[in-house]
């Protein structure tokens, strides 16, 4: 498989604090979750993969390239991501949609939300009446209308009833048969179990609360 991304004396300081410390990694295709106990900075090493954090040491590259050197927006055009609260802007799920690819036809919104399993007719729904489940499907079409070459998961399913939860691992299994690589933050080590081909554990050191690697299985 062609390695994603790889990290090398990877550390995460914000302000006086250190989140992460010494992250040597490397992340290929497939399903890839990261898991660990809540502080060790899971969410925060996901969001250094498309620089919503910026590492503040050692280097990340994105399939041989230095990260550093990607312009943001760019970068998060081919590294999606999916929040566990779902980021909605104002007025329809069409209008949504829109903010990835404002030329978007009706035609082409309709084939985005069965993309997701949802019915076309709400294109024209508020994103503020959808619930829970629609809206982080809703989230999940905007993502992919951009075509990423990776998707990022921080716990999408964490908030979610267990009716939502199985259509979405559905979804992102289907998407993972179709070659999208994924890489899920996920405190449920049930769901790792189901959706994950390699898992990255990270813990937190009692002396300091810095997050550190503790092993990477396949």
């Known amino acids: 498989m062609v390695v994603l991304?790889?990290?090398?004396?990877?550390?995460?300081?914000?302000?006086?604090?250190?989140?992460?410390?010494?992250?040597t990694l490397e992340i290929d295709g497939g399903v890839t979750a990261i898991v660990g106990p809540s502080g060790s900075g899971k969410s925060s090493l996901l969001r250094l993969l498309n620089r919503l954090e910026v590492p503040s040491g050692g280097v990340i590259r994105f399939q041989g390239q230095?990260?550093?050197?990607?312009?943001?927006?760019?970068?998060?055009?081919?590294?999606?991501?999916?929040?566990?609260r779902p980021a909605l802007f104002a007025g329809t799920a069409a209008t949504n949609l829109r903010v990835a690819v404002p030329a978007l036809s009706n035609e082409d919104v309709s084939q985005a939300l069965?993309?997701?399993?949802?019915?076309?007719?709400?294109?024209?729904?508020p994103a503020d009446r959808l619930s829970g489940g629609e809206a982080q499907r809703l989230c999940l079409a905007r993502s992919l209308l951009v075509h990423p070459e990776v998707l990022l998961l921080d716990e999408p399913t964490a908030s979610?009833?267990?009716?939502?939860?199985t259509i979405i691992e559905n979804l992102l299994a289907t998407l993972t048969k179709e070659g999208l690589p994924q890489i899920w933050v996920s405190h449920d080590l049930d769901q790792v179990g189901r959706i994950a081909h390699?898992?990255?554990?990270?813990?937190t050191s009692d002396h300091d609360g810095v997050g550190r690697l503790v092993k990477q299985q396949s």
């Open 66 to 84: 230095n990260l550093a050197d990607f312009e943001a927006t760019k970068l998060r055009r081919r590294v999606g991501m999916v929040f566990q």
């Open 5 to 23: 991304f790889k990290l090398q004396d990877v550390e995460l300081r914000i302000g006086a604090v250190q989140i992460l410390d010494d992250i």
């Open 114 to 125: 069965r993309q997701v399993g949802l019915d076309p007719a709400l294109a024209d729904r």
């Open 198 to 203: 390699t898992v990255i554990e990270l813990e």
């Open 160 to 165: 979610l009833d267990p009716e939502s939860v």
